[in-house]
Nanobody, 116 residues
Protein backbone atom coordinates (compact mmCIF):
# COMPACT_ATOMS: atom_id res chain seq x y z
CA UNK A 1 0.00 0.00 0.00
CA UNK A 2 1.47 3.29 -1.13
CA UNK A 3 1.71 5.87 1.64
CA UNK A 4 3.07 9.40 1.56
CA UNK A 5 3.26 11.37 4.80
CA UNK A 6 4.17 15.07 4.68
CA UNK A 7 5.37 17.17 7.58
CA UNK A 8 7.18 20.41 8.30
CA UNK A 9 4.54 22.99 7.49
CA UNK A 10 3.61 25.87 9.75
CA UNK A 11 3.27 29.60 10.14
CA UNK A 12 6.25 31.68 9.05
CA UNK A 13 6.88 35.36 8.45
CA UNK A 14 7.60 36.69 4.97
CA UNK A 15 11.24 36.13 4.14
CA UNK A 16 11.43 33.09 6.38
CA UNK A 17 12.25 29.48 5.61
CA UNK A 18 10.69 26.05 6.06
CA UNK A 19 11.72 22.55 5.10
CA UNK A 20 9.01 20.09 4.19
CA UNK A 21 9.50 16.33 4.34
CA UNK A 22 7.59 13.47 2.77
CA UNK A 23 8.21 9.93 3.98
CA UNK A 24 7.24 7.29 1.45
CA UNK A 25 6.38 3.63 1.90
CA UNK A 26 4.74 0.79 0.03
CA UNK A 27 6.77 1.14 -3.15
CA UNK A 28 10.40 1.22 -4.26
CA UNK A 29 11.00 4.92 -3.64
CA UNK A 30 14.40 5.03 -5.34
CA UNK A 31 12.97 4.07 -8.73
CA UNK A 32 10.29 6.76 -9.08
CA UNK A 33 10.29 10.42 -9.95
CA UNK A 34 8.70 12.50 -7.19
CA UNK A 35 6.87 15.80 -7.15
CA UNK A 36 5.68 18.54 -4.81
CA UNK A 37 2.39 20.26 -5.51
CA UNK A 38 0.54 22.99 -3.67
CA UNK A 39 -3.04 24.18 -3.51
CA UNK A 40 -4.26 27.48 -2.17
CA UNK A 41 -7.90 27.99 -1.15
CA UNK A 42 -10.09 28.39 -4.20
CA UNK A 43 -7.23 27.58 -6.55
CA UNK A 44 -6.26 24.55 -8.59
CA UNK A 45 -3.47 22.30 -7.44
CA UNK A 46 -0.22 23.36 -9.10
CA UNK A 47 3.09 21.62 -9.64
CA UNK A 48 5.85 23.25 -7.61
CA UNK A 49 8.89 21.04 -8.20
CA UNK A 50 9.89 17.62 -9.46
CA UNK A 51 12.93 15.39 -9.15
CA UNK A 52 14.07 12.30 -11.01
CA UNK A 53 14.52 8.95 -9.29
CA UNK A 54 18.25 9.36 -8.61
CA UNK A 55 18.00 13.10 -8.07
CA UNK A 56 20.01 14.01 -11.11
CA UNK A 57 17.46 16.34 -12.65
CA UNK A 58 15.18 18.83 -10.91
CA UNK A 59 12.64 21.28 -12.27
CA UNK A 60 10.67 24.12 -10.71
CA UNK A 61 7.70 26.33 -11.31
CA UNK A 62 8.77 29.82 -12.36
CA UNK A 63 7.16 31.24 -9.23
CA UNK A 64 9.58 29.37 -6.92
CA UNK A 65 12.80 29.20 -8.95
CA UNK A 66 15.78 30.40 -6.98
CA UNK A 67 13.89 30.15 -3.68
CA UNK A 68 12.84 26.48 -3.35
CA UNK A 69 15.02 23.37 -3.60
CA UNK A 70 13.69 19.85 -4.03
CA UNK A 71 15.85 16.96 -2.89
CA UNK A 72 15.59 13.33 -1.83
CA UNK A 73 17.32 10.78 0.33
CA UNK A 74 16.69 7.38 -1.22
CA UNK A 75 18.25 5.59 1.75
CA UNK A 76 15.58 7.15 3.98
CA UNK A 77 12.70 7.00 1.47
CA UNK A 78 12.23 10.71 2.03
CA UNK A 79 11.52 13.65 -0.25
CA UNK A 80 12.29 17.22 0.82
CA UNK A 81 11.35 20.74 -0.17
CA UNK A 82 13.54 23.52 1.21
CA UNK A 83 11.65 26.80 0.95
CA UNK A 84 13.52 30.08 1.44
CA UNK A 85 12.51 33.72 1.05
CA UNK A 86 8.89 32.76 1.56
CA UNK A 87 6.19 35.11 0.34
CA UNK A 88 2.53 35.43 1.34
CA UNK A 89 1.58 34.01 -2.06
CA UNK A 90 3.34 30.77 -1.10
CA UNK A 91 0.57 30.14 1.42
CA UNK A 92 -1.02 26.80 0.51
CA UNK A 93 -1.35 23.15 1.41
CA UNK A 94 1.68 21.29 0.07
CA UNK A 95 1.43 17.71 -1.16
CA UNK A 96 3.97 15.18 -2.32
CA UNK A 97 3.07 13.01 -5.26
CA UNK A 98 4.14 9.89 -7.08
CA UNK A 99 2.70 8.35 -10.21
CA UNK A 100 2.86 4.57 -10.35
CA UNK A 101 1.42 2.69 -13.33
CA UNK A 102 -0.59 5.77 -14.34
CA UNK A 103 -2.09 6.09 -10.84
CA UNK A 104 -1.48 9.26 -8.88
CA UNK A 105 -0.81 8.93 -5.16
CA UNK A 106 -0.97 11.83 -2.73
CA UNK A 107 -0.15 12.48 0.89
CA UNK A 108 -2.55 14.22 3.26
CA UNK A 109 -0.74 17.53 2.79
CA UNK A 110 0.95 19.97 5.13
CA UNK A 111 -0.19 23.57 5.51
CA UNK A 112 2.22 26.43 4.94
CA UNK A 113 1.07 29.91 5.95
CA UNK A 114 3.24 32.93 5.25
CA UNK A 115 2.04 35.95 7.16
CA UNK A 116 3.30 38.72 9.40
Amino acid sequence: QVQLVESGGGLVQPGGSLRLSCVASGFTFSTYHMRWYRQAPGEERELVASITSAGGYRSYADSVKGRFTISRDNAKNTLYLQMNSLKPEDTAAYFCNVMILRNNYWGQGTQVTVSS
